[in-house]
């Protein structure tokens, strides 16, 4: 628990939360090592990453310090939360720790602290199997220290990066295991069952109490009255703990304790399982996670064939076997700028199940939903039709943009049958006429209509030349939505498939056991601005989400907007939308998010009107060598860098306050030369946000270019090396 006092809070068999003095843990540590039956810490674990016992003479002073008469009186009660089954590992640097304990009720507690200061008070966490009691104790642990992984990243933000971690095991008394992995940016555990113990889980224990009154920054549910059943998409709620609403919110969630500390609660590995929500506690100041029940009994939605529940059985899973459980993790983080780059979700995910990955190829698609397909000056009626599709897959091809998406209504969606087009659409010419011009198509569906269809689906347009499914409105994490997640990657990689999940929940690190995944929605994207309020606030969610929401993987935003308008004069359109802020900010999408697959959102005209914007977008990649985040805080602006080769692309946005930003060059290899080419806000973008200019100019690694940036304004740059130097 270290030197300092804390407060703490213990777990009750009634579901009570009761702050404590942490001073009662020093008080029972030297009783229990005064009979010299205890491992408790007394004093700050060494950064070696294992407890140390210090003899008990040398730690009467600093325990005498703490005493008081009241803890003395006290004492007693903490008895029941901790036990001689204590046991502390610390990441590889020493700068995290974590303690595991023994509790009452059958459940393990926990803790976190890091930086020294305490992020979690003790929590509870738990497997409740049927048939099984809740008699979950502490049998034996082991630690090992300096795991090291080197992981690679097929079209992932960095391309490879290693791990280190130190590695607490834990045996349970009921034959479970618990593993709990410490790096230096963050804490994960998760339970494994060695198949004795049931195949169905009725339950899964996680309170996690959050040291102090920290803000939090919560997306809640969008469905009141079906809280598990949404298209995992809002803005975040931020507020302190103690004034959170119980309402269940999706993950990710971040904690803010101030001075740039702060804690992510994600989750990876999720497989046969389902994900993890959360409720906030105001009182006990604690997140509570929520799994939705085991569907019973399902039905369709008539538009589209879309499946949801109907009704649920008792308990959450069913499980054969031996097996691991999805990996929670606490991603802890110093600085904003490291947030956006944590790699903890797509590291611990499984290993990749996809041999051969060479034909799995990200790049930018033309798209006709966003604008409706929205064409003007053209001799066709624009639609869902053969006209409009090769007017995009023409403009496609002129632009160096390798795919094209037909989205919904290529097939008629009431039917729930993807293996019959519209009469309106000749899609075997469509393949080969786009073919030809070196464009690729992708074809939309629902996630239960592909599942019902699988096998015949990516038989027929895998061997037709389609490239890949954007599968949308799951809209549900339960066991059984997640199987068929697998299901789904699984069929399409056997079939050289890539897939775009959309209406999907938070990634969990799927990417890298199917690498054809190449992104993911669940992010409150430019789609929104078709319909939403005059309330919402994008510029100021742009700079928010890639600093949580991107934690956990790429995002399917949907950039590219080329109506742009400043936040007095923007509204709801559906057919014609605008984005909010400027059309600087708009581009720097493509390079400040992470998105392999990545879409053009307005129609080909504006691009073509647009054509110095529509060439800056395209020679952007949708892959890079290296991400790094330069500068940036959460909710007001973000710089980031990403490195191709010896190119370099830099995107910089702001929320509605105006900014100067000084960018430093200091990155780039001295002694060398380089050309910049800089699109930023023109001078009238505060009340114009179209406007913009493009500005070339020479810079070296001494270079400082100062860089202003209007209300929902942004830049972005690319940086080329000069030949000769």
Known sequence: MGKNLHFGRFYCCFGHFFKVFSQLYFIFALLKNWRGDSDIPILPSPPDGTSEKT???????????????????????????MNARDVTVASPSGNITVTVADGPDGNIFFSVAAEGQQLLLPSPIGMEFEGSGKAQKIK?????????EEVNAPFYRNPRFSTLSNLLSIRLDDGNNIAFRVFDDGVAYRFSTDGKSGGIINNETAIYNVAGDPEVYLPHSTNPKKPEAMAFQNFYTVTPMSGASPLLAFLPVTVDYGNGLKMTLMESDLEAYPGMFVEADSTAKSLKGVFAKYPSSTDFYPWRKQEYVTGTESYIAKSEGKRDFPWRIFAITTDDTQMPVNNLVYALASPSRVGDTSWIKPGMSAWEWWNDWGLRNVPFKAGINNDTYKYFIDFAADNGIEYVVLDEGWYDPKSGDMLTTIPEIDLPMLVEYAAKKGV????????????SQLEEACS???????????????????????????RIADATAKNNLMLDLHGFYKPTGLNRTYPNIVNFESVFG??????????????????TFP??????????????????????????????????????HQIAN??????????????????????ECTDFITAIPTVFGKTTVLDGKMGEYIVTLRQTDDCWFAGGQTDWNPRDYELDFSFLPAAKNFKVTLLKDGVNAAKQAQDYEVETFEVNS???????????GGFALRIDPLFPN
């Not at 690729?440 to 599942?451: I, K, M, P, Q």
């Not at 949580?548 to 057919?575: E, H, L, Q």
């Open 547 to 584: 600093f949580i929401r991107m934690m956990c993987g790429p995002v399917d935003f949907t950039p590219g907007a080329m109506r742009n308008a400043s936040r007095s004069d923007w509204k709801a359109m559906y057919s014609n939308p605008f984005s909010q802020g400027t059309r600087a």
């Open 526 to 543: 430019m789609e929104e601005m078709k319909w939403s309020d005059p309330s919402v606030d994008m510029p100021e969610y742009d700079v």
């Open 460 to 486: 027929k347009y895998s061997g037709m030349g389609i490239k890949g499914f954007k599968v949308d409105f799951l809209d549900r994490d339960d066991q059984t939505a997640v199987e068929m997640t697998y």
């Open 702 to 712: 001494g270079t400082k270019k100062l860089i202003h940036m209007a209300p929902g």
């Open 440 to 451: 690729g198509l992708w074809l939309w569906t629902v996630f239960n209509v592909l599942d």
């Open 140 to 148: 034996s642990s082991k630690v090992t220290k300096n795991i090291k």
């Open 55 to 81: 003899p008990l003479h040398n730690k009467i002073p600093t325990i005498m310090k703490s005493l008081t008469i009241g803890t003395i009186l006290l004492a007693g009660l903490l008895s029941p939360v």
């Open 590 to 611: 493509y390079i400040v998010q992470d998105s392999p697959f990545t879409m053009l959102a307005d129609n080909p005209v504006s691009y073509m009107e647009n054509k």
